[in-house]
């Protein structure tokens, strides 16, 4: 079996680790934004909820009638709201997925040191 490269594979791990936080940092801040548009779309939504065609309708669809139902001099307002919403969500959505894919990798190369270093390597 080949041996492993410990300075490469330690140089990759710090890497690693601190793209972890960078990505962390920026996952803490597009979370927040978040639950801010999230909130301020649930305050947008809350007259509505009397109306048996938001009651009965999904979120997703209690949002596209909003937007229909929002007046004119409204709509720059909500559909802003609306679109920081949906642009926060897909990207912590997205940020997520490396911070796994990375933690993967962590993984992955951990497990490998663990083998070389029971295994003679």
Do not use: C
């Not at 920026?26 to 009397?50: D, T």
């Amino acid at each position: 079996m080949k041996q492993l490269d410990y300075i490469n594979i330690d140089e990759e791990l710090r890497a690693l680790a601190s793209g972890q936080r960078e990505l962390a940092k920026k996952y803490l801040r597009i979370r927040n934004n978040y639950g801010q548009a999230k909130w301020e779309l649930m305050l947008l939504l809350v007259p509505h909820l009397k109306d048996d065609r938001y009651r009965k309708a999904s979120s997703a669809k209690q949002v596209l009638m909003l937007l229909s139902d929002t007046l004119e001099v409204h709509k720059v307002e909500v559909y802003g709201i609306v679109e920081k919403y949906t642009k926060t969500l897909e990207s912590f959505k997205g940020l997520q997925r490396l911070i796994d894919a990375n933690a993967s990798r962590i993984s992955t190369i951990q497990s490998l040191m663990r083998y070389a270093s029971q295994n003679g390597g």
